[in-house]
């Protein structure tokens, strides 16, 4: 791992790779994808993207890393999961397949699919503490979003509370605990990097204070 420039390492299994891989390029970070436990052996950090949870629950048991990954972020290395990412980081989850592994590392419970099929994905804009400027643009596909999380949960983003926003309003949709992130949205596919940019804060912390 690296003791000067974070490298940061994207789950390759399934999902938006590419995408995360990019918008880390764009913020000036070393990414790689990762496959086996050897490439995650020599990452600071770790994107879990968003995609299809329950096929990356399985891939990650035979590439063999559902448990290298738990352990390191057991360890206190620093994770960041998207939509996808944010279902297979919770404690629980709600309407998930019998069979999904979790990787843990948040104290929430979390509904899968919750804002519905894909036709009903929809865009907004958010206001996401710790990130200044204008509104975060989440874009959300099949997104979950938790449905509860513990005191030691930081709650970032929030769905706007008003009547246009249906059931979604006023829910919980990018949170942090401790060296953990997750967003519902995909913040890979707009263009905005500073939710990357945040995560990358989180390693160069971790790393400066020998987490």
Do not use: K
Request: net charge negative; glycine share 12%.
């Amino acid at each position: 791992m690296s003791s000067v420039e974070p490298v940061v390492g994207v789950l390759a299994l399934q999902g938006d790779v590419r995408e995360h891989i990019a918008a880390l390029g764009r913020c000036g970070l070393r990414a790689r994808p990762v496959r086996r436990p050897a490439e995650l052996s020599e990452v600071d950090g770790l994107v879990i993207p968003g995609g299809e949870s329950t096929t990356i629950s399985r891939l990650l048991v035979t590439f063999g890393l559902l448990d290298p990954v738990r352990e390191r972020i057991a360890s206190g290395m620093p994770a960041y999961g998207s939509c996808a990412g944010m279902i297979l980081l919770a404690g629980e989850v709600l309407d998930g397949r019998p069979d999904q592994h979790q990787l843990g590392g948040l104290d929430v419970v979390v509904r899968r699919n919750a804002f519905g099929r894909q036709v009903d994905s929809f865009e907004d804009d958010l206001d996401f503490t710790g990130i200044e400027g204008p509104p975060v643009h989440a874009v959300f596909i099949r997104a979950p979003w938790v449905e509860s999380a513990a005191p030691g949960v930081e709650v970032l983003a929030t769905v706007p509370d008003v009547p246009e926003a249906g059931a979604a309003a006023g829910r919980i949709v990018a949170v942090r605990q401790g060296s953990v992130l997750a967003t519902a949205f995909h913040p890979e596919l707009t263009g905005d990097e500073r939710v990357h940019r945040l995560f990358c804060e989180m390693i160069t912390s971790t790393l400066v204070s020998g987490g």
